[in-house]
């Protein structure tokens, strides 16, 4: 498992390819390539039967997992080689696949999917289904988002959901309504996420910080959630359109370029730019955030002040919000894909959910662990913050996630996107033309799909 989602947007350049090409012929069939190790020593080439199998994540990500593969050979005999990944993981994956020395098995976020997937190179896990408790066990959103033409290429591990944070004084202080706590709760509508962003910021004095209304790193999980939930859609996938330039979508950028443009609202940038912004809430000078489950356990040891978690503000469309999730896949072709299913069985199965769980980096894909004490620690502790976190659980089990479109060239389509709406968060552009850059960029990508 990793503590990192990936980025669809890197590439792979032709030289990282070769590096990997040359480090595989030399005999260094599956340890230390690229960016991963630093280094083209070679490593012994497994033996054969043993499942060689590719993890990310940080050094404690990596330690855990290291565990996790011992207890599995131990109670199962199987010898599973085990490389751990920090950096430049799609990267190394392309190029390994390229070199024509791909792993057995290997951990996937939507960025590696959005590889592998096009070109042929994940295995249909339905043929092994049956051999253990297939998928009832699991939240079916998190099923949804490896699933392509009835057929199933991840068994998932985990999800992320977007959500506000807020500091709870200030909302008091200034009387206004809390984000809810439910999904299908009424009001706490897009307007009034804006007057409160608006109403928390304050100047500063000689004598007092400034209180800001509203931080968020504007990505494609939060904006295209403003404008779902405003009535509104980004991609249609039927039709292989853009349609941020309708009235809905216009709506919703139009707000959110008002907050974020008014002057105080958002934090300087080198107040937020070595954390996202967890110090400043810490300090208890920012309003709210758009966060997800990875960051509750730094604000946890960080926020000794009331604060919370909320719903995302609803409009004419709703009340949902933006999610992706991580899994562990087959490589097409493996020869040893009986015995990696049995290793992706036991990473997935609920006692290795059950032991991730307190660290919180992602929100469980079998209901039985996320609902549980093991992940939400408040349930057993009306005096740890935040008191509301089923709410990031809750809208798996709601179906209010919405998931990045299923379509193969999905990076591209998703990098001119984000290239479109640059201008809204600088001012360069207004909605109307922001929305036309993002229709001329994506809209024939999307259509190549």
Known sequence: MSDEAGDPRRK?????????????????AFAGVLAACGSDSVAPTPAAGTVKFINSGDSAAQGRMQGYINAFQKSTGIPVSLLSIQDYYTQNIQAMVAAGVPPDALYISRAEFDVLYPINKLA????YLGNGSGTAAFFPATLAEWQRENKLYAMPFGMRTVFVAYNAGLFNQNKLAKPPSTWSASGWTITDFANAAMKITQP???????????????????????????GGAVVNEQNRTIDVDQPPAIQAMTVLQNVVRAPGVMPPGDLVSADGGIDLFANGNLGMTITDPSTIDPRQNQSHFPWDVGAMPSGAGGRFTAGTGAG??????????????????????????????????????????????????????????????????????DNRVKLQPAIKNWPDVLTALEAGIQGLWTGALTPEAAAAQMKKLAEPLLKQS
């Open 328 to 397: 562990y896949g087959l490589v097409a072709g493996s020869k040893n894909a009986d015995r990696g299913w049995k290793l992706i069985e036991y990473l997935t199965g609920e006692n290795i959910q059950k032991q991730e769980a307190p660290y919180g980096q992602w929100i469980p894909s079998r209901p039985a662990v996320a609902n549980s004490a093991d992940f939400l620690p408040e349930l057993n502790n009306v005096d740890l913050a935040p008191q509301h976190a089923k709410v990031y659980v809750d809208a798996i089990s």
């Open 124 to 127: 249909d896990l339905h043929g």
């Open 12 to 28: 792979t350049s032709r030289r990282e390819v070769l590096r990997a090409a040359s480090v595989a012929l030399r005999g260094f």
């Open 204 to 230: 500063g004095s000689s004598s007092q910080d400034p209180d800001y209304g509203f931080y968020v790193d504007p990505t494609y999980p939060v904006w295209s959630t403003f404008v779902i939930n405003a």
